[in-house]
């Protein structure tokens, strides 16, 4: 079976801080990861081949990471079938409240499930989540996440329980 590929697309390079959180994400779930900067504003001809080819070039998943005015995720979307994930990412503006409800009003049939404002780690995981409906090895990795995460929550109760 062939390894599973998604896509990480960010509107400017200055979105990197928040967006390596996500791609650390599918990393760590052996999701290969092809990133870019594309511009839904300044090279919207890019935006709409790089979508209309994403499925052609072996994506399954497009997560699209904006700032502001945050139309990269449905512009993305509205040329490919794909599932896309948008990360709203927090801006001087509106403290990335402009971003988020760019990203979640989007109009009938042309969905973006978007995460948290800077919530690229939840991407990541979003896309591992969907792409483990087909491939059981990303399946288990979340279960073993899911297990670690809780093992790390009761270590903190037992410690906080033993002071007080």
């Known amino acids: 079976m062939k390894q599973p590929k998604v ?3 960010m509107g400017s390079d200055s979105d990197l801080p928040v967006v390596k959180k996500c791609i650390d994400a599918l990393k760590k779930f052996e999701i290969d990861v092809d990133v870019n900067v594309i511009s839904a ?3 919207p001809y890019e935006a709409e081949a790089f979508a209309k080819n994403a499925e052609k070039d072996g994506f399954e998943v497009i997560i699209a990471a ?3 005015a945050a139309h990269l995720g449905g512009v993305l979307a509205a040329y490919t079938t794909l599932p ?7 801006s001087s503006t509106m403290d990335g409240l402009d971003s988020l409800l760019s990203m979640v009003q ?3 049939g042309i969905p973006v499930a978007t995460v948290a404002i800077d919530g690229a780690e939840n991407a990541g995981i979003l896309a591992a989540q969907i792409l483990a409906l087909k491939y059981k090895n ?3 990795l979340l279960k073993q996440h899911k297990e670690d995460m809780a ?3 009761n270590e903190k109760n037992k ?3 033993e002071e007080f």
């Open 7 to 9: 896509a990480v697309v």
């Open 41 to 43: 504003h300044r090279t």
């Open 66 to 68: 904006a700032g502001k």
């Open 84 to 90: 896309v994930i948008g990360i709203p990412i927090k």
């Open 106 to 108: 989007m109009p009938k």
């Open 138 to 140: 990303i399946s288990m």
């Open 151 to 153: 093992n790390e929550v």
């Open 159 to 161: 410690k906080i329980k």
